[in-house]
């Protein structure tokens, strides 16, 4: 079943992600568990630079599901330009979503995913609302 992203979504960043030797599998392609890692490496950039807090101690974001639609394998070498868009943000909880391509094919999408996300108290270990400062960057 692959799993479709809204047309309504807003991009709000973008890193580029080096494909490298040691993340290639047997079968000679980038492994798919890697694809979750670069739109990791996405997100965290993002929410490091909104000022989103990890501190056990407070409030931040939580994913509590996350797809992949493996579209084409990645192959070393290259880079890999990892977007991120979101959409639907509720009260505490928002949806990102991921495109993957190599730099040298500008528009061909090799994967695609995304990841419902959750405004959590940390220490409450339960979902909390989402503040406004945080929201404007969803909006």
């Known amino acids: 079943m692959r799993f479709e992203l809204p047309a ?3 991009l709000i960043h ?9 993340d290639m599998d047997a079968m000679g392609h980038i492994n ?4 979750f890692r670069y739109m990791e490496i996405c997100r965290l950039d993002w929410i490091f630079k909104v000022g989103a807090s990890t501190d056990p101690a407070g409030e931040g974001p939580v994913i509590v599901n996350a797809f992949c639609n493996f579209l084409r394998q ?4 290259g880079d890999v330009r990892v977007t991120m868009s979101v959409a639907h943000p509720g009260r ?3 949806e990102t979503y991921h495109t993957l391509e190599r730099t040298d ?7 695609e995913g995304g990841a419902r996300t959750v405004w ?3 220490r ?3 979902s909390a609302p989402m503040p406004d400062w945080f929201r404007a960057h969803l909006e």
């Open 92 to 94: 505490s909880s928002f």
């Open 124 to 126: 409450a270990r339960k």
């Open 105 to 111: 094919e500008p528009g061909v999408v090799y994967a």
């Open 120 to 122: 959590t108290d940390y």
């Open 8 to 10: 309504e979504r807003k």
């Open 14 to 22: 973008e890193v580029t992600v080096p494909l490298r030797w040691g």
């Open 74 to 77: 990645l192959e070393f070498p």
């Open 32 to 35: 798919n568990t890697l694809y």
